[in-house]
């Protein structure tokens, strides 16, 4: 259980079928640093942009244009490398980025004693590793993100053909959404009696929502709005208090009256017209 330090907003991780909070805190519209925030993600963007543009305009050029046959020549070079150098892969370094759901399913696989291997290379065909493997019932489990599907929650071409190349390999595979990771007794109750070969936990994809209001910007005015009319009564008991902003310590007073840090902030966005009051004050 998680819950936003601004909005009070809770996240069960036993329960929510998307089972992060991802960067919530962050643009959380009851953030006093939500419309810094918001500026800086487009500046970065922004400069992202530019510099692409200046790079394309002085002829740097990303990658390569390899032929076909150049591709393939250096795919059987890298193959016969990792080959003899199975510790060189990417997922065998130490560096190697952890999954945190990944990581909690092995931490539960732990408690409950269940053996298991982890980032196991199946095959000298084929240089992936696999999640988790369950020797004893010759069972891989695999800790899917969402860019391992497609829109209607079904495996992209990519994973659907490494799934089937890991049956093909007499394996029962289990794959396996990030957020179902989180619901213990689901994943318990599979493990303990797999009799399919084949199991791709349905998961329901996060609805698009920006087709409600037409454009990014009225999504985000709509959230906005949203969030001042959660602060309704604070912003009537600032307005009806008989703080004098034009003295030192009304900041403090504030706060004390609605229970909240970071007044400064609180009043640029939800009071504009009282803090120009007390901005002018301290020139």
Not at 51 to 72: D, F, L, M, P, S
Not at 77 to 98: C, G, I, Q, S
Request: with cysteine; glycine share 4%; hydrophobic share 30%.
């Amino acid at each position: 259980m998680w819950t936003c330090r601004f909005c009070n907003k809770e996240f069960d991780f036993d329960t929510n079928e998307h089972g992060k909070k991802g960067g919530h805190a962050k643009h959380c519209l009851s953030n006093p640093n939500y419309e810094i925030n918001k500026e800086k993600m487009k500046l970065s963007v922004e400069v992202s942009k530019k510099t692409r543009e200046i790079n394309k305009a002085n002829g740097k050029v990303y990658g390569h244009n390899h032929t076909e046959e150049q591709r393939k020549h250096l795919s059987e070079k890298r193959k016969e490398y990792l080959r003899n150098n199975p510790d060189a892969h990417v997922w065998k370094r130490a560096t190697k980025f952890k999954s945190g759901p990944c990581e909690y399913l092995k931490s539960y696989l732990k408690e409950n004693n269940i053996e298991f291997e982890e980032e196991v290379s199946i095959s000298h065909d084929r240089f992936f590793s696999i999640d988790i493997l369950i020797p004893s019932k010759n069972l891989i489990l695999e800790v899917n993100g969402n860019q391992h599907y497609n829109s209607d929650g079904s495996l992209s071409d990519y994973y659907k053909e490494r799934h089937e190349y890991l049956l093909m390999k007499g394996f029962n595979v289990i794959e396996i959404h990030y957020s179902k990771v989180y619901n213990k007794e689901e994943i318990f109750s599979i493990i303990q009696n797999v009799k399919e070969q084949s199991i791709i936990l349905p998961f329901r994809m996060k609805e698009k929502i920006m087709p409600k209001y037409g454009t990014k910007e009225k999504y985000l005015d709509a959230r906005r709005v949203l969030a001042e009319e959660k602060e309704i009564e604070n912003i009537e008991k600032v307005r009806n208090s008989d703080i004098d902003f034009t003295k030192y310590g009304w900041s403090t007073q504030v706060a004390l009256l609605i229970n909240k840090g970071k007044i400064s902030n609180y009043m640029k966005k939800y009071l504009p017209d009282i803090y120009e009051i007390a901005f002018k004050r301290k020139h």
